[in-house]
């Protein structure tokens, strides 16, 4: 190994970008290899994508780079959500009493600022087109293809970190390894997303400043706020069954099932046949890998190492947490490469291994229960608890969302306090007013099992 | 398509073997292809594995191709296990009240016994050393490599057959296919195996008609009777940490562990350290996957679909349960293979989910709660109940092993009865007698939930 041997990078997406960023900063030479063509060329071709929602441990990961102020003025700002009701009703619900809110930006747009954040560090350099095509883990050499020419050239690194997303090529060598484990888990849904232009007069076609949701069970439409006043919306639909993707076949089919379930949004979407049958669907997975690193050569981040459902709109804030939390690791391990990726395991994997089921679980939630009374009470209830106590409850979502707090202390709060829940939605009338001093009482109480487990 | 394309069996193992007897039985041309050479060939050099230890689950499903008795003949026959305490000390647990047993045989053995069957069956013809280098899912093509001559041929099947065990290269191919859901999940213990042979005079070193276990929490050791008065021991260690596989590199801490650990079979191991370095140790993982099939095209049985740890000494047994059920499927949808393979999953998928849990569980158990005393005293007030009211009660491990009651039907009863016995175990004196009415009361209500539920 030569002094200055790069730190490797494999993939130029959300996570890569920060991550070259924060250890560019450190002054270590970065060399970040992407598969794809540089997605800032107009010849590129865009692969569509969920909006990205960002939320505050996103947000504070970017700080630190100085991303921030460029990021969020590409983002807009929603401060709740709008739910459409099949009646064309719609109901807001705000993220929270004290003006917490989520950053839309479509992942294109993210990308595109955070590749030119990362080159004008000094010391990261990104080469496009170039597919990882082998690794051998135990000499830290990378072995690339030029997509373009055909040619490959090996890397001596330093250390090679695999932020190649849910697909990971780099995840696909450790998996070789002895006793790796491993588990892809598929849902029976996928998506596709279309576009919500601006009105003739200019105005965005719904409210811009919040995030719209269509539940109709297994099927589902989300529309993003983008910056421009459009909206980048997504229709969740089974692969099988009554209104999926095997049996929508025509045009007749597809604005039927629209007519159906999105009446009031059948409208908004113009050429929406068309903008369906444009693209296959993307489906959904959850993957978990152990362990994330191999010795001190090699080490996964982002959705390389755990990708999760979009259902908390989680899945790039907790890859830039990823990176910042790596920094810190880097930090106060002083050199010594082992010691920071086991570190980076120790202190992320339980918290992400909670985050991958609150992922399924609110996913169930939201196609399953969203319509079902008593769960839309006690959301209800919960919601006000937070308002009139702000000291002694947050509901799990906020948690996730609006703190920093890692995800398996959330969810050990969270669990905590829902069988004070429990007994405060049995209290007569509680949907009037949860200003009692027994709700008082039971939530105090709740906190302090908490502090002492 | 020819209108006699064979049936394609990937793999000569266990799996392999009675899935070619049971298709041959039916009248289909059968071509089975193994990647290692014929075991039967003493030139051929035999892998180490865990004894099988067949019960009626996996006797039922060889008697249906006549396999039943020759199997037996080479089998060993174990009645109860023998428990080895640190102190010297041995008890001895009956299997059941009633003469229960299981048949221990090496996988070697059995292999043996089952390919001579298949073999003699007419239309089932066996290719040893091909390699399965390729397989073309929609039109049922699968490539082989002789590995002996690197030469390739392609075989048009009617249908493909996995059944190439735990690291299956039919999985593999599947795995590529669209949202195919896929976990593994290693152990930290691995283990590799010993032979205790018989003593000068030709006696068996220990009983012979039982299985001994040397539990010492997460180390344990194993001994299978064979049908030549010879043990087949496993050890099973940790990877890491004390006493593990990492950390006994000399002659010396393997003697060490042994006289620490299992001080009572130093003796009966000649060459215990020439045999302990003499192979890397084998691991252990649980692989689940989601479909097994492909259209009409592919299927995975036994460990290809389902590796389970072995526990409960259910691997082989499931596998030829498949193998019985799939049979019976293909009675039941005459001729349609699309839906045999659905039929079979439906039937089989829910059974081996619950049973991978289980074996993952009384791992658990036998390696962490075999020294604590309230276990044991349960344990054995269960061992008690089964004995006093073998009509209301029978525990979870005695419907595995001794019936052939669906395994999830059987974790159903007993999670049901769980109940009943932790009440039991409470009432004063209860391990002195269980021959009480309100015992009888108990069961027989915990039953009837069984039968409501």
Chains 1, 2 share one sequence.
């Not at 959300?14 to 250890?23: D, E, K, P, R, S």
């Not at 990205?52 to 990021?71: F, H």
């Not at 929603?78 to 459409?84: D, Q, S, T």
């Not at 679980?361 to 229960?369: G, R």
């Amino acid at each position: 190994m030569s002094k200055r041997d790069p730190l490797v990078i494999v993939g130029a997406g959300l996570a890569g970008c920060v991550l070259a960023t924060y250890l560019g900063r450190r002054g270590y030479p970065v060399e970040v290899f992407e598969r794809h063509g540089d997605p800032r060329d107009a010849h590129v071709a865009k692969r569509p994508s969920l909006n990205i929602t960002l939320c505050k441990r996103g947000i504070s990961a970017l700080e630190r780079i100085g991303a921030q102020e460029i990021v969020l003025r590409a983002a807009a700002v929603a401060y709740g959500r709008k739910v459409h009701a099949l009646d064309g009703t719609v109901a807001y619900q705000p993220y929270s009493n004290t003006g917490d809110a989520l950053f839309s930006i479509s992942r294109a747009a993210l990308n595109d600022v955070l590749l030119s954040h990362a080159e004008a560090q000094p010391g990261v350099r990104i080469h496009f087109n170039r597919r990882c095509a082998q690794l051998d883990l135990a000499d830290g050499v990378a072995h690339f293809e030029d997509t373009t020419t055909g040619a490959t050239n090996a890397v001596q690194a330093e250390r090679i970190f695999g932020a190649d997303g849910a697909y990971s090529s780099v995840r696909q060598h450790l998996q070789k390894t002895e006793r790796f484990n491993y588990s892809q888990q598929y849902l029976d849904q996928g998506y596709t997303t279309m576009k919500i232009p601006p009105l003739a007069d200019g105005r965005p076609a719904l409210d811009a400043g919040a995030i719209h949701i269509w539940p109709r069970g297994q099927r589902m439409s989300i529309g993003f706020p983008d910056r421009e006043g459009t909206f980048n919306c997504s229709l969740l639909l089974p692969y099988r069954g009554a209104h999926s993707f095997e049996t929508l076949r025509t045009e007749e089919n597809v604005l039927q099932c629209f007519q159906e379930l999105f009446p009031d949004a059948v409208g908004l979407v113009p050429g929406l046949v068309e903008q369906f049958f444009s693209r296959p669907p993307n489906s959904l997975v959850t993957i978990r890998c152990n362990p994330w690193s191999y010795e001190d050569k090699v080490l996964l981040v982002g959705d390389a190492a755990h990708a999760i459902l979009p259902s908390y709109g989680q899945g790039a804030n907790a890859a830039f947490e990823d990176c910042r939390i790596l920094d810190q690791c880097i930090d106060e391990c002083g050199g010594d490469w082992y010691a920071v990726f086991r570190e980076f395991e120790q202190r992320r994997r339980p918290s992400l291994n909670v985050l991958a089921d609150l992922c399924v679980e609110h996913f169930v939630e939201l196609t399953e229960h969203v319509a079902d009374p008593k769960f839309l009470r006690r959301r209800e209830v919960e919601r006000r608890l937070e308002e009139v106590y702000p000291d002694l409850y947050q509901p799990l979502y906020s948690m996730v969302s609006f703190t920093s707090r890692p995800y398996a202390e959330a969810l050990r709060i969270s669990r905590l306090q829902s069988a004070a829940i429990d007994e405060i939605v049995l209290i007569e009338g509680i949907e009037r007013s949860v200003d009692r001093p027994e709700v008082r009482r039971l939530l105090s109480q709740s906190l302090r099992d908490t502090s002492a487990a």
